[in-house]
């Protein structure tokens, strides 16, 4: 589709969608967000970038190919759930650990909730743009 | 191709090193286990369902496993001659240890879920053993053709598990064992024990499914030597002697295994003296042997399951040399014809005195421990209280054509001048007659010394086949009694069948030739059967047309839904909610929506609608205070404008919409059978434990404030783990779809 307008909208937009997507992301185990959604809103935003710019240009921008993003957050996903092994708990129980940052606070959270939840955003991410790229490049 | 020498001559030791290192530790503990010592080691797996991996060594375990362990142990060392230059050597070996550790965990399993594992282990791996030269079809069909009888046996033993694991509260054997009144008198006796039979008759090849066993020769000889004479197919018999205490003693029990054991052994020595290649001719006289040993199993009486014992270990020990001396003969001969194989002592004398040696103890003769064994089975059939005549009658019947059969691969073979052959005979390397010939000898030197067997292995495990303790005492010779009248009388049928072998078969073919179907084409037109059944039901319930589809699973769940209003009735309230006016917005435009899509002409305005009903649930889910749903459902529209937008401009434009009443009939009943639904549904109380849970949880333990994602991330993670693999599968499978879709065109 060659549309001026939407080509230079859509590297606006996929920067800001990229950005909100991690920002959806993290903040997602305390208000609305989490992995599935960020990872459909940057996938929205390639989406969107594909149909202006291109399927090429659209690759070139997420450099790795989709099925294999797909593949590395299904992994990451069940790292994180086989984590619990060594701490004793059953299977894809959350560890927590909170870094202290000295002000009295209870820390920064860190867990492995959070690397599943970065496996889903990533599996969501690379499936739905395996999807887009097959219709747009193949139909 | 550079492997260094040393690494090629380490390699074969290497492969023996755990059979014989199993061996040597069960050697070490045979004297305890004769005194009467059993261990036991478990370790929880399940322990919510009862499962755990534990196991147990006595004496009918120490029995099987010694055979496993020791013959395993001989076959691995005669095939790293056998196979030292066939290309996938090393896939053999890692084959043969995992069948060799399947088929011990089996026989030492105390838990019967975990017997059944490792039942099923020995299944797989000896499917691919069978099917070991997978680039020739008939070895193909061969393993399938295993795999698939020993898997609905299988399938059958499972259920038997679980029924006796209901009927006793326990799947460990050791107590299960001591329950044997119950079980023998719960209301679930007779499917527990026709399902077990099923399990233990497919996997030991009795009639009507004998037909496997054979067409299983297809393996590489060391192969067929170790699954038939000493392993998978006695795990059958291990089950039934296992399951002994437990199960047997009722009348059901000792009349079908006396009767299949009976009719399997006569059948299967009939079959035997047919066939003209020496391997299948053993490979019947096995199929011999497991229906004696499952008839002396049906006897409570202590001389027949020492019988049974005996000829275990006696059978094992020959056959296996025969097996793998026929081996040396189809190497060094190029062919096991037994018409054309003759005058092979010159040329193969070691191994021409070994099969004697071995073929000795088959037939019967003193002062082997076939001997014994036979007179064991002669003693312990005329104990047997119900029928001793007919057991007898069928003993002594297979045991003359054993003898025939025994008589034709020594005599055959070996004497009589030379013919044509396709190679020049030679006699095999040492590593290939040494193994033969220890087992061959352990027959002779157990003969003459009974007793090195008798108290240590025999004697404990009758003791727990049967469940007390028993003395058994083997012995060569009895005195003038009945079972020496019969073996005279077995060896004098014997030399008669010999000396009528070639009319016999020439008869046997006939009659082979007259019946209109043998048990292997039944099977054959069972599968071609069942798979014209699912050609016929695929044709019809998956025509590839998705209209049809949706409209079968659209009227099928209406249907399914409406039958179960009338049937149940369902409380409604149907007055008129009140709603805000954002709220009859939002329903407005799901309506609008839904009836733009269904009647437009063109293809972007349907896809458009349609985003718009979804837009108009995420409302709703807005409303109701559900923005994570409402998020991810906006998020889902979106794209599939996107996708399906780019699919369809390609399509034509839709044809003018027109009144089809089926379409209409079966939307409009599945949308009020869903109003029904849902307004019920949304009336009562609704029970908000689970919800509870979660709100007091959430914070507390997985430190997160939005419950929906800690449900997803955390309590429910596996869930979601599925979930995802679902995406990735499906976006995969889309992407192959695609590309093949676009490689087929020019």
Same mark, same amino acid.
């Given at each position: 589709?060659?549309?001026?307008?939407?080509?230079?909208?859509?590297?606006?937009?996929?920067?800001?969608?990229?950005?909100?997507?991690?920002?959806?992301?993290?903040?997602?185990?305390?208000?609305?967000?989490?992995?599935?959604?960020?990872?459909?809103?940057?996938?929205?935003?390639?989406?969107?970038?594909?149909?202006?710019?291109?399927?090429?240009?659209?690759?070139?921008?997420?450099?790795?190919?989709?099925?294999?993003?797909?593949?590395?957050?299904?992994?990451?996903?069940?790292?994180?759930?086989?984590?619990?092994?060594?701490?004793?708990?059953?299977?894809?129980?959350?560890?927590?650990?909170?870094?202290?940052?000295?002000?009295?606070?209870?820390?920064?959270?860190?867990?492995?909730?959070?690397?599943?939840?970065?496996?889903?955003?990533?599996?969501?991410?690379?499936?739905?743009?395996?999807?887009?790229?097959?219709?747009?490049?193949?139909? | 191709?550079?492997?260094?020498?040393?690494?090629?001559?380490?390699?074969?030791?290497?492969?023996?090193?755990?059979?014989?290192?199993?061996?040597?530790?069960?050697?070490?503990?045979?004297?305890?286990?004769?005194?009467?010592?059993?261990?036991?080691?478990?370790?929880?797996?399940?322990?919510?369902?009862? &499962?755990?991996?534990?196991?147990?060594?006595?004496?009918?375990?120490?029995?099987?496993?010694?055979?496993?362990?020791?013959?395993?142990?001989?076959?691995?060392?005669?095939?790293?001659?056998?196979?030292?230059?066939?290309?996938?050597?090393?896939?053999?070996?890692?084959?043969?240890?995992?069948?060799?550790?399947?088929?011990?965990?089996?026989?030492?399993?105390?838990?019967?879920?975990?017997?059944?594992?490792?039942?099923?282990?020995?299944?797989?791996?000896?499917?691919?053993?069978?099917?070991?030269?997978?680039?020739?079809?008939?070895?193909?069909?061969?393993?399938?053709?295993?795999?698939?009888?020993?898997?609905?046996?299988?399938?059958?033993?499972?259920?038997?598990?679980?029924? &006796?694991?209901?009927?006793?509260?326990?799947?460990?054997?050791?107590?299960?064992?001591?329950?044997?009144?119950?079980?023998?008198?719960?209301?679930?006796?007779?499917?527990?024990?026709?399902?077990?039979?099923?399990?233990?008759?497919?996997?030991? !090849?009795?009639?009507?499914?004998?037909?496997?066993?054979?067409?299983?020769?297809?393996?590489?000889?060391?192969?067929?030597?170790?699954?038939?004479?000493?392993?998978?197919?006695?795990?059958?018999?291990?089950?039934?002697?296992?399951?002994?205490?437990?199960?047997?003693?009722?009348?059901?029990? &000792?009349?079908?295994?006396? &009767?299949?054991?009976?009719?399997?052994?006569?059948?299967?020595?009939?079959?035997?003296?047919?066939?003209?290649?020496?391997?299948? +001719?053993?490979?019947?006289?096995?199929? *011999?042997?497991?229906?004696?040993?499952? +008839?002396?199993?049906?006897?409570?009486?202590?001389?027949?399951?020492?019988?049974?014992?005996?000829?275990?270990?006696?059978?094992?020990?020959?056959?296996?040399?025969?097996?793998?001396?026929?081996?040396?003969?189809?190497?060094?001969?190029?062919?096991?014809?037994?018409?054309?194989?003759?005058?092979?002592?010159?040329?193969?004398?070691?191994?021409?005195?070994?099969?004697?040696?071995?073929?000795?103890?088959?037939?019967?003769?003193?002062?082997?421990?076939?001997?014994?064994?036979?007179?064991?089975?002669?003693?312990?059939?005329?104990?047997?209280?119900?029928?001793?005549?007919?057991?007898?009658?069928?003993?002594?019947?297979?045991?003359?054509? +054993?003898?025939?059969?025994?008589?034709?691969?020594?005599?055959?073979?070996?004497?009589?001048?030379?013919?044509?052959?396709?190679?020049?005979?030679?006699?095999?390397?040492?590593?290939?007659?040494?193994?033969?010939?220890?087992?061959?000898?352990?027959?002779?030197?157990?003969?003459?010394?009974?007793?090195?067997?008798?108290?240590?292995?025999?004697?404990?495990?009758?003791?727990?086949?049967?469940?007390?303790?028993?003395?058994?005492?083997?012995?060569?010779?009895?005195?003038?009694?009945?079972?020496?009248?019969?073996?005279?009388?077995?060896?004098?049928?014997?030399?008669?069948?010999?000396?009528?072998?070639?009319?016999?078969?020439?008869?046997?073919?006939?009659?082979?030739?007259?019946?209109?179907?043998?048990?292997?084409?039944?099977?054959?037109?069972?599968?071609?059967?069942?798979?014209?059944?699912?050609?016929?039901?695929?044709?019809?319930?998956?025509?590839?047309?998705?209209?049809?589809?949706?409209?079968?699973?659209?009227?099928?769940?209406?249907?399914?839904?409406?039958?179960?209003?009338?049937?149940?009735?369902?409380?409604?309230?149907?007055?008129?909610?009140?709603?805000?006016?954002?709220?009859?917005?939002?329903?407005?435009?799901?309506?609008?929506?839904?009836?733009?899509? !269904?009647?437009?002409?063109?293809?972007?305005?349907?896809?458009?609608?349609?985003?718009?009903?979804?837009?108009?649930?995420?409302?709703?889910?807005?409303?109701?205070?559900?923005?994570?749903?409402?998020?991810?459902?906006?998020?889902?529209?979106?794209?599939?404008?996107?996708?399906?937008?780019?699919? +369809?401009?390609?399509?034509?434009?839709?044809?003018?919409?027109?009144?089809?009443?089926?379409?209409?009939?079966?939307?409009?009943?599945?949308?009020?059978?869903?109003?029904?639904?849902?307004?019920?549904?949304?009336?009562?109380?609704?029970?908000?434990?689970?919800?509870?849970?979660?709100?007091?949880?959430?914070?507390?333990?997985?430190?997160?404030?939005?419950?929906?994602?800690?449900?997803?991330?955390?309590?429910?993670?596996?869930?979601?783990?599925?979930?995802?693999?679902?995406?990735?599968?499906?976006?995969?499978?889309?992407?192959?779809? *695609?590309?093949?879709?676009?490689?087929?065109?020019?």
């Amino acid at each position: 589709m060659n549309s001026l307008l939407l080509s230079v909208a859509s590297r606006l937009l996929l920067a800001l969608m990229l950005l909100f997507s991690v920002f959806m992301l993290l903040r997602g185990h305390n208000a609305p967000g989490g992995g599935f959604i960020g990872g459909l809103i940057a996938a929205t935003g390639v989406a969107v970038y594909a149909i202006a710019d291109g399927c090429a240009a659209a690759r070139r921008v997420i450099y790795f190919d989709p099925p294999n993003i797909a593949v590395t957050g299904l992994g990451l996903a069940l790292l994180a759930g086989l984590l619990a092994g060594p701490f004793g708990d059953p299977w894809f129980t959350g560890q927590w650990w909170f870094i202290n940052t000295g002000d009295g606070g209870k820390g920064i959270p860190l867990s492995t909730v959070l690397l599943f939840d970065i496996g889903v955003y990533l599996c969501v991410l690379g499936a739905v743009l395996t999807f887009v790229f097959a219709f747009e490049e193949n139909v | 191709m550079t492997t260094p020498f040393a690494i090629r001559a380490a390699t074969p030791a290497l492969w023996l090193l755990p059979p014989a290192a199993i061996t040597l530790v069960l050697l070490g503990l045979l004297p305890a286990v004769a005194d009467g010592a059993v261990f036991r080691v478990a370790a929880a797996w399940v322990p919510s369902l009862g &499962i755990n991996l534990s196991f147990k060594l006595d004496g009918l375990s120490l029995t099987f496993a010694l055979l496993i362990g020791g013959i395993g142990t001989l076959v691995t060392a005669y095939s790293a001659k056998y196979m030292a230059k066939h290309a996938d050597r090393a896939r053999f070996f890692v084959l043969l240890l995992a069948f060799m550790f399947s088929m011990l965990g089996l026989v030492l399993a105390d838990n019967l879920v975990v017997l059944f594992v490792f039942w099923e282990l020995t299944t797989i791996t000896s499917y691919l053993l069978i099917g070991f030269d997978h680039a020739d079809a008939k070895a193909r069909r061969s393993a399938l053709q295993a795999i698939l009888l020993t898997g609905i046996g299988g399938l059958a033993l499972l259920a038997g598990i679980i029924l &006796i694991g209901t009927a006793a509260g326990t799947y460990e054997l050791s107590e299960i064992r001591a329950q044997g009144d119950v079980i023998r008198t719960h209301a679930l006796y007779v499917p527990i024990l026709l399902l077990v039979l099923l399990g233990a008759f497919t996997k030991s !090849a009795q009639v009507p499914f004998h037909f496997w066993l054979p067409n299983a020769m297809a393996a590489p000889t060391p192969i067929s030597a170790y699954l038939h004479s000493a392993t998978m197919v006695k795990a059958g018999i291990y089950l039934l002697a296992r399951m002994h205490p437990t199960l047997a003693g009722t009348d059901l029990w &000792i009349w079908t295994l006396t &009767i299949f054991g009976a009719v399997t052994a006569v059948v299967a020595s009939l079959l035997a003296l047919r066939q003209t290649d020496l391997k299948l +001719m053993l490979a019947y006289t096995t199929v *011999m042997a497991l229906g004696t040993l499952t +008839m002396f199993l049906g006897a409570e009486a202590t001389v027949a399951i020492a019988a049974a014992v005996t000829f275990l270990i006696v059978h094992s020990f020959y056959k296996a040399a025969l097996f793998l001396l026929i081996g040396n003969i189809d190497h060094g001969t190029g062919t096991r014809d037994v018409r054309r194989l003759r005058g092979l002592r010159q040329a193969m004398p070691i191994t021409a005195a070994t099969t004697a040696l071995a073929a000795f103890s088959m037939a019967g003769f003193p002062p082997f421990l076939g001997f014994i064994g036979k007179e064991l089975k002669y003693e312990g059939a005329l104990a047997i209280a119900s029928e001793p005549l007919f057991v007898a009658a069928a003993v002594v019947t297979a045991n003359a054509l +054993m003898v025939a059969v025994a008589g034709i691969l020594v005599i055959k073979p070996f004497f009589g001048p030379a013919g044509t052959l396709p190679k020049t005979p030679h006699e095999a390397p040492v590593q290939q007659w040494i193994c033969p010939a220890i087992l061959a000898a352990l027959g002779l030197l157990f003969g003459l010394a009974p007793g090195l067997i008798g108290q240590s292995l025999v004697q404990p495990a009758v003791t727990a086949i049967l469940g007390r303790p028993e003395t058994v005492k083997l012995a060569l010779w009895h005195g003038i009694n009945v079972p020496l009248a019969l073996s005279i009388l077995t060896l004098a049928a014997g030399a008669l069948v010999y000396f009528f072998y070639g009319r016999l078969r020439a008869g046997l073919a006939t009659l082979e030739a007259r019946q209109p179907l043998t048990a292997d084409e039944i099977w054959d037109r069972l599968l071609a059967g069942l798979r014209w059944a699912a050609a016929q039901q695929t044709s019809v319930l998956q025509n590839g047309r998705l209209r049809t589809y949706l409209l079968t699973v659209f009227a099928t769940v209406a249907l399914a839904l409406a039958a179960t209003f009338i049937a149940r009735g369902v409380e409604n309230d149907l007055s008129w909610p009140r709603l805000h006016l954002a709220e009859w917005g939002a329903a407005a435009l799901i309506v609008a929506g839904a009836v733009i899509t !269904a009647i437009t002409h063109s293809r972007l305005t349907a896809i458009c609608a349609l985003g718009v009903v979804g837009v108009g649930t995420a409302l709703v889910f807005l409303m109701f205070g559900a923005p994570d749903v409402a998020i991810t459902q906006l998020l889902i529209e979106t794209l599939v404008v996107v996708l399906v937008a780019a699919v +369809m401009l390609r399509l034509p434009e839709l044809p003018a919409a027109r009144l089809r009443p089926v379409r209409l009939a079966v939307s409009a009943a599945l949308g009020t059978v869903f109003a029904i639904a849902l307004a019920g549904s949304v009336r009562g109380p609704q029970d908000s434990a689970i919800t509870d849970y979660y709100e007091a949880k959430s914070l507390t333990e997985a430190f997160g404030q939005n419950i929906v994602n800690v449900i997803l991330v955390d309590f429910r993670a596996l869930d979601t783990f599925g979930e995802i693999a679902v995406v990735a599968i499906a976006a995969i499978g889309a992407y192959a779809l *695609m590309r093949t879709r676009s490689a087929a065109r020019p």
